[in-house]
């Protein structure tokens, strides 16, 4: 395996279970894949920026989980603009089966280990 990767990702409050799923899956030990996750979860104020900005700094990528929530997420709209930015390679995923929400800029494919393996290894 390749070595580990860090990897920011970028979610709307309302999909944390989400998040919480992807994380889950890099803690096995057969996961075809590992990153770090460095997500805030702090109160959208300068210093929650500050903070962001530092992590998306040191992460090789941008995983962004996107749902139709994402249309509303202030801090995740942010976040996205941070690592654009920055400069940063943004990957999104679709959260749902079902819901297929377009974020401007970002492209997005369908959420399967495989296709976050291959985003993540190709960093």
Not at 92 to 97: L, N, Q, R, V
Request: aromatic share 10%; net charge positive.
């Amino acid at each position: 395996m390749a070595d580990k990767k860090v990897v920011f990702v970028a979610f709307a409050i309302e999909d944390a279970r989400i998040r919480d799923m992807i994380k889950g899956q890099s803690l096995h030990t057969n996961s075809p894949f590992e990153y770090v996750d460095m997500s805030v979860k702090e109160a959208y104020d300068e210093e929650w920026k500050k903070k962001v900005r530092t992590r998306i700094l040191r992460s090789d990528g941008i995983l962004v989980i996107v749902s139709k929530n994402s249309l509303l997420s202030t801090g995740q709209k942010w976040e996205i603009q941070c690592a654009k930015e920055e400069g940063k390679p943004i990957k999104g995923i679709w959260a749902y089966k079902d819901d297929r929400t377009a974020i401007a800029g970002v492209s997005t494919m369908p959420w399967t280990w495989e296709n976050i393996a291959n985003w993540i290894n190709g960093l």
